[in-house]
């Protein structure tokens, strides 16, 4: 059973914006750490983080890679949690996954450690067109 479900993704054109949704009835970002990971379509394996949130906890984090222009939050007592993505780059593209990991992880600054997290949603997909 899908414990996290993804949505939003889309083919846009660079300098575009999107915003990302992570459902989850199973989890909540008051409790768990809730993160947005990226990897090249069919290469999970190779996925990064792009932010994070522990909102239990009062923290969010970012990957360097996108502070200025991603924005992650929750709403629905943190059983929904969204990725803002602006100004968009071709660089963007990628299957993009939210994981949700213990607030332990988030809590201690550890949130870029994808082998923390022990549940992954299928993804959604961006694509961005220069």
């Known amino acids: 059973q899908v414990q996290l479900v993804e949505s939003g993704g889309d083919s846009v054109e660079a300098g575009g914006s999107l915003r990302l949704s992570c459902e989850t009835s199973?989890?909540?970002?008051?409790?768990?750490?809730l993160a947005w990971y990226r990897h090249p379509p069919e290469k999970p394996a190779e996925r990064k983080g792009v932010?994070?949130?522990?909102?239990?906890?009062?923290?969010?984090y970012y990957a360097d890679s996108v502070k200025g222009r991603v924005s992650i939050s929750q709403e629905n007592a943190g059983h929904t949690v969204f990725l803002q993505l602006n100004n968009l780059t071709p660089e963007d593209s990628a299957v993009y996954a939210c994981?949700?990991?213990?607030?332990?992880?988030?809590?201690?600054?550890?949130?870029?450690?994808?082998?923390?997290?022990?549940?992954w949603g299928p993804g959604t997909r961006v694509t961005v067109s220069a």
């Open positions: 994981g949700a990991a213990l607030s332990e992880w988030c809590r201690d600054g550890y949130w870029d450690m994808w082998y923390k997290y022990f549940d």
């Open positions: 199973h989890y909540s970002a008051d409790t768990h750490c």
């Open positions: 932010a994070a949130i522990y909102s239990g906890g009062g923290v969010t």
